[in-house]
Each structure stands twice: as structure tokens, then as C-alpha cells.
């Protein structure tokens, strides 16, 4: 059975920071593109960043592009998103996802096969 498993989620200041991990088991990753998703109440799920499988290329969101970070360990079947500066405005469940089709990048959701459970996220002063 595979699963992702989001953790690292919870309430922080606004300009503070958090990082998330999303560990795989059941399968291995390793050649497939892993992406963060975000879904604040009332709104669509919306694409926050993906990085290729082995970690050399990343794409950002334009709300998030250059304060936080996607990464992977594929030695240990895990992504991870290092969030700084975070905003009020930055509250969601962030979920993990990836594609099953080797080498394939999207931003849609629907391109995307396994999903985590998601953790929440509270920017809040």
C-alpha cells in the first residue's frame, strides 16, 4: 500500500518559519516529479511547488517563489518544503503528491496519483 505522510505542520507568527516533510513508503519515488499542494477553506486546491526526481529542477508558485524551498532525499523516499516568511495569508492543509508516470512534471492536480493526508498550517500573530 502506498502512502505519503505529511508532517512538520502548525501554528506560527507571520514572518516566522516551518518545514514540512512528506515521508513515502510503499513504493520508491525516485524517478518521479513530488509537488506541494495547499487548500485554504473555501477555496480550490492550489499548486504551491514541484521539484523533478532527481532534484534538479524545482518550480515555484508565484505567491511562494522566493520564500519557500522544495527538496528531496531519495536515499530516504522523502520531500520536504522549508517555508520562510510565512504570511497570514500562507494558511492552508498543505498536502504531498506525486506522479507516477517517471519524468513527467505538472502543476495540476489531476496530473498528480498519490496524496498525503495533508497537515495544517495557521499563520497567525
Known amino acids: 500500500q502506498v502512502q505519503l505522510v505529511e508532517s512538520g505542520g502548525g501554528l506560527v507568527q507571520p514572518g516566522g518559519s516551518l518545514r514540512l516533510s512528506c515521508a513515502a513508503s510503499?513504493?520508491?519515488?525516485?524517478?518521479?516529479?513530488m509537488g506541494w499542494f495547499r487548500q485554504a477553506p473555501g477555496k480550490e486546491r492550489e499548486f504551491v511547488a514541484h521539484?523533478?526526481?532527481?532534484?534538479?529542477?524545482?518550480y515555484y508558485a508565484g505567491s511562494v517563489k522566493g520564500r519557500f524551498t522544495i527538496s528531496r532525499d531519495n536515499a530516504k523516499n522523502t520531500a520536504y518544503l522549508q517555508m520562510n516568511s510565512l504570511k497570514p495569508e500562507d494558511t492552508a492543509v498543505y498536502y504531498c503528491?506525486?506522479?507516477?508516470?517517471?519524468?513527467?512534471?505538472?502543476?495540476?492536480?489531476?496530473?498528480?496519483?498519490?496524496w498525503g493526508q495533508g497537515t495544517q498550517v495557521t499563520v497567525s500573530s
Open positions: 521539484i523533478s526526481w532527481n532534484g534538479g529542477s524545482t
Open positions: 510503499g513504493r520508491t519515488f525516485s524517478s518521479n516529479t
Open positions: 503528491a506525486a506522479v507516477s508516470r517517471p519524468g513527467y512534471t505538472s502543476n495540476a492536480p489531476s496530473s498528480y496519483d498519490y
